[in-house]
Structure formats: C-alpha cells, structure tokens
C-alpha cells in the first residue's frame, strides 16, 4: 500500500487553501510546514492546537512535521536548536505525528564528528517526546550525496531518513545510483522531480529523477510526500535561498499543485495501483 502526503503550502498559504487542495486532489496526509507563511517551527502551542483541530475536524492527518530543524549553520548556537527541538517535537504531539523532517547543517563537510554529535542528540531528545527524527537529503546540507547520507547511517543511532530525488540530481548525484544504494534504507520518499541538464522542476516522471523506478522499487506500505515546487510559495524564500528554475508556467499555486498530483498519480496507476480509500493498492 502507498499512501499520499503532500506539502500543502506550496498549494495555498492559508489553511483553508491547503485543505481544499488536499481533498480536491484525494490526499489524506500533510507534512505541514506553513500555514499563512509562517514555518511550522514558528507556531505557539495554541495556534498548533487551533490547527490541529480544524485538520481533524476536515479528515487530514499529519504525516510529518516539515521543520527546518539542522537547516542552520553547523556554529550555530546548539543550545538553542536543541530548544527548537523540543518545542517542534511538542508541536508534532499535538498534530499527532511521531515524525519530524530535519537537515544535517550547512558548512560542514570538514566537521563530520560534530555532525554527528548534534544530530545524535537532537535524535535522543527527540526520543524523550515519542518522536523520531527523519533526515532529508538537500542542497548543502552534510548529507547531501549518497556517500555522506551512508555516513550518517552509520553513524547517527536513531535518525531515519527521507528519499528525495530531485535533491540528489541537483548535487549532481545520479538516480540510478542513489535509487540502489538508498532506497531499501529509506523510510518514505518526497517526489520532486528536475531535469538535470537544465535544473528545471517538472512534475514526477518527466525529469531526471527516476520516479517511476522509485514507484516500482517499493515493497510493502510506504508513503509518498508530494513536494513539487512547481511554483513559488509563501515561504519558499526562508527555507531555500536559491532560485528555482521551472520548464512550465501555471497560473496560480493551486493548480500547479493539481498538476503535480496528477503526474504522480499517473506514475502510480502505470505501475499497476488503483486508488482505494484514499490509498494505492495493488
């Protein structure tokens, strides 16, 4: 079974929007990470349990905490990450979600034990809460190839790990070589996919990311976040401070996101699944 996620501020910025597009489009899940353009790690107690309730009260669960946590300079202050930490991984018990999307720090290839360090310790503190820690592959972050993700592996007790394809070909990795050494090692996948001659976005399968192979690789119950990032969104500037190149124009946020849905759903059905519940099977 494969279910369907999605980042739904790349859809709308307000709640409202972000539920529409989730239900229009016949996806149960968020990995919430804005609302009104303000990052979820932002949010007070009372505004996460306003949310989580309208959520609930629309049938839309949380399946991820989309945070920014590790997305920081490896100097930072570490004494106050492990403060956000703690304050994100409240908020995620009050989503109901046990999951929490994280980075592993820009400018530090050349301080991988401290890597280690932080993010081991952000893992167990995390812990504390009944959450886990899901590392995501990006642009200049430690773990942005498939080397230094096996390291962390190796080397980081309790961090799970987040599949992102496009991330990969954006480094300069390759899909066919990610997609056989990670992709049994991953715990869910984001799909966004980019064509690696141009770095132009695309909706799932018409880049260089492999997506279909991705789909027919599964084995099992898995979950399938949609991150496209086919349009600018409401705060796409504080969580990426590089432009994005797109090969096709939408005419609003909303329908960018319709489009990437469709792609991914039409992956899942030449893969054999039907659409059941909300759910893929086969």
């Given at each position: 079974?494969?279910?369907?996620?999605?980042?739904?501020?790349?859809?709308?910025?307000d709640?409202?929007?972000?539920?529409?597009?989730?239900?229009?489009?016949?996806?149960?899940y968020?990995?919430?990470?804005?609302?009104?353009?303000k990052?979820?790690a932002k949010?007070?107690?009372?505004e996460a349990?306003?949310?989580?309730?309208?959520?609930?009260?629309?049938?839309?669960?949380?399946?991820?905490?989309?945070?920014?946590?590790?997305?920081?300079?490896?100097?930072t202050?570490?004494?106050?990450?492990?403060?956000?930490?703690?304050?994100?991984?409240?908020?995620a018990?009050?989503?109901?979600?046990?999951?929490?999307?994280?980075?592993?720090?820009?400018?530090?290839?050349?301080?991988?034990?401290?890597v280690?360090?932080?993010?081991?310790?952000?893992a167990?503190?995390?812990?504390?809460?009944?959450?886990?820690?899901?590392?995501?592959?990006?642009k200049?972050?430690?773990?942005?190839?498939?080397?230094?993700?096996?390291?962390?592996?190796a080397?980081?007790r309790?961090?799970?790990?987040?599949?992102?394809?496009?991330?990969?070909?954006?480094?300069?990795?390759?899909?066919?070589?990610?997609?056989?050494?990670?992709?049994?090692?991953?715990?869910?996948?984001h799909?966004?996919?980019?064509?690696?001659?141009?770095?132009?976005?695309v909706?799932?399968?018409?880049?260089?990311g492999?997506?279909?192979?991705?789909?027919?690789?599964?084995d099992?119950?898995?979950?399938?976040?949609?991150?496209?990032?086919?349009?600018?969104?409401?705060?796409?500037?504080?969580?990426?401070?590089?432009?994005?190149?797109?090969?096709?124009?939408?005419?609003?946020?909303?329908?960018?996101?319709?489009?990437?849905?469709?792609?991914?759903?039409?992956?899942?059905?030449?893969?054999?699944?039907?659409?059941?519940?909300?759910c893929?099977?086969?």
């Amino acid at each position: 079974m494969i279910r369907l996620s999605a980042f739904s501020d790349e859809a709308a910025s307000d709640l409202s929007g972000q539920i529409s597009a989730l239900k229009r489009n016949g996806i149960g899940y968020t990995e919430l990470r804005s609302i009104d353009g303000k990052n979820v790690a932002k949010f007070t107690e009372a505004e996460a349990k306003e949310y989580a309730k309208r959520l609930a009260g629309e049938g839309v669960a949380v399946w991820a905490i989309g945070s920014p946590l590790g997305k920081a300079d490896i100097d930072t202050d570490f004494s106050a990450c492990l403060d956000e930490v703690k304050h994100v991984c409240a908020l995620a018990n009050i989503f109901g979600t046990d999951k929490i999307r994280v980075f592993s720090f820009f400018n530090a290839y050349e301080k991988r034990g401290q890597v280690f360090d932080y993010l081991s310790e952000m893992a167990e503190t995390a812990a504390e809460y009944g959450a886990g820690l899901y590392h995501e592959n990006e642009k200049e972050v430690y773990g942005d190839t498939a080397a230094r993700v096996l390291e962390l592996m190796a080397n980081v007790r309790g961090l799970k790990f987040v599949y992102d394809p496009a991330n990969y070909i954006q480094v300069g990795e390759d899909a066919e070589t990610t997609l056989s050494l990670l992709h049994a090692r991953s715990d869910y996948f984001h799909i966004k996919d980019v064509v690696k001659e141009t770095g132009e976005l695309v909706p799932a399968g018409q880049g260089s990311g492999e997506i279909a192979k991705l789909i027919g690789m599964i084995d099992g119950d898995k979950t399938l976040t949609l991150e496209p990032h086919l349009a600018v969104f409401s705060g796409y500037a504080d969580i990426d401070h590089t432009e994005m190149k797109h090969r096709f124009a939408f005419s609003s946020n909303a329908e960018a996101f319709d489009a990437a849905a469709r792609a991914l759903k039409d992956l899942l059905f030449a893969a054999g699944y039907r659409e059941e519940k909300g759910c893929f099977v086969r």
